[in-house]
């Protein structure tokens, strides 16, 4: 066959309205998303499932790790949804003492403040 004729399913712009919309509005009727319209919440039984998202530190930088962190809890608490748990992702507090530290110390360091002997 020559190059003109062949075609391929991959060719062309992913469109992710093509494929996500169908995706997102199947878990919107099947009730995925509110656990209480699944037929194992209404059971006296149904076990919860919380997680909790750490925010960004208080240096601002985000990396990987956010990433990773938030696309794995979001797939575990999703499957747990799916599974009938009632879920609970909560935003959870500062995770990086030591970078906090670090920041508010050389703030005060440029103030001339040590936090040990106080103003120097």
């Given at each position: 066959m020559s190059e003109s004729k062949k075609t391929n399913a991959l060719d062309g712009k992913y469109n992710s309205t093509q494929i996500?919309?169908?995706?997102?509005?199947?878990?919107?009727?099947?009730?995925y998303f509110n656990p209480d319209k699944l037929s194992l919440?209404?059971?006296?039984?149904?076990?919860?499932?919380t997680a909790i998202m750490a925010p960004p530190n208080i240096t601002g930088s985000?990396?990987?790790?956010?990433?990773?962190?938030?696309?794995?809890?979001?797939?575990?608490?999703?499957?747990?949804?799916?599974?009938?748990?009632?879920?609970?992702?909560?935003?959870?507090?500062?995770h990086a003492g030591i970078a906090t530290q670090n920041v508010v110390e050389n703030k005060l360091a440029k103030k001339k403040i040590n936090r040990e002997r106080g103003i120097y």
């Open positions: 996500e919309d169908k995706i997102y509005s199947s878990w919107e009727k099947s009730g919440a209404n059971d006296k039984k149904t076990r919860k499932f985000l990396h990987m790790g956010h990433a990773l962190e938030n696309t794995l809890i979001d797939t575990i608490v999703r499957r747990k949804r799916m599974q009938g748990y009632k879920t609970l992702w909560v935003p959870g507090t500062d």
